[in-house]
């Protein structure tokens, strides 16, 4: 198999904030988390992906195939579902079908019946009636119903209760099944990817920090723990989002300067949350 997604070199700027070379790529049959702080560019990427907003660098393929302004058939097989529903407000559920139908090669209305059927989605609500959760449910039987090889989620679980994000997540799981359909899913909620996602793509102030396997991002780095005679100068070199107490100190480091560490202070596998909190941490004290 190939990949669903190459990013290579993307770069965008704006005032006090720049995209530089984020870089990363997606395997078929597989669910990458996209994650980082708010803030961090992730929907800035996704946008720039989807050509929604000029990029100034950078090259994106879906599934072999580059993504540019005057190529819709590539986006044929992409299916997009943001944290807010963008039809008409006036439209009914039934009408956001009928609507969509006919830009898509693949449209399946039997198909998209059935998922509002899966949602309990009712046809004749509007869209503006819809509560949140729902109104996600309505882009993802949208997403779904014309057969899309890669859904790219930017915070879908935002706002949902734990049972609804529990429900989403089956649903990914479903859509993977068969190995020839990939997910981006893009989240600050990183207990969801701890479930669900292959891959892990971290990205902090506009750049790529870590991007492979989720189970190596925890053999990448170490949350280390000591008391304050334990500090010494080159630890505080090699330490990441350094906090300290007059109990002690905590910090993030890499795997691989384990030998910057003195006798005697703990260590443990990081969470993604860690490796989130200490990069913002290190990258506010700048």
Not at 252 to 270: F, H, K, T, Y
Request: charge should be negative; hydrophobic fraction near 40%; charged fraction near 25%.
């Amino acid at each position: 198999m190939g990949n669903a997604l190459d990013v290579s070199g993307l770069g965008k700027t704006y005032p006090g904030f720049a995209l530089a070379d984020v870089s990363f790529s997606l395997a078929e049959g597989y669910i990458m988390g996209f994650v980082g702080r708010n803030g961090a560019g992730k929907t800035t990427t996704i946008k720039c992906m989807l050509d929604m907003i000029a990029r100034e660098a950078g090259r994106v393929e879906v599934l072999g195939r580059e993504v540019d302004g005057d190529d819709v058939m590539v986006k044929q097989d992409v299916g997009v579902v943001f944290d807010q529903p963008f039809y008409p407000g006036n439209w009914t559920v039934a009408q956001v079908g009928q609507a969509l139908q006919p830009f898509y090669r693949d449209w399946d209305t039997a198909l998209f019946t059935r998922n509002l059927n899966r949602f309990e989605l009712p046809p004749g609500k509007r869209v503006r009636e819809l509560s949140h959760g729902m109104g996600l449910m309505l882009m993802l039987a949208a997403a779904l119903s014309h057969h899309a090889r890669l859904l790219i989620l930017d915070e879908p679980t935002s706002g949902l209760d734990p049972v609804a994000r529990d429900d989403l997540l089956d649903v990914l799981a479903d859509y993977i099944g068969d190995g020839d359909a990939s997910v981006l899913f893009s989240t600050h909620i990183t207990s969801d990817l701890e479930r669900i996602a292959d891959y892990v793509t971290l990205i902090d102030s506009g750049r790529v920090v870590f991007t492979g396997a989720k189970e190596d991002l925890a053999d990448a780095y170490q949350v280390i723990h000591g008391s304050p005679g334990q500090l010494t100068d080159r630890t505080r070199e090699r330490s990441i989002g350094l906090r300290q107490t007059e109990l002690g100190f905590s910090a993030l480091v890499r795997s691989a300067d384990g030998d910057a560490l003195p006798p005697g202070v703990r260590q443990e596998p990081p969470s993604i949350d860690d490796v989130i909190i200490h990069l913002a941490r290190q990258a506010d004290a700048r």
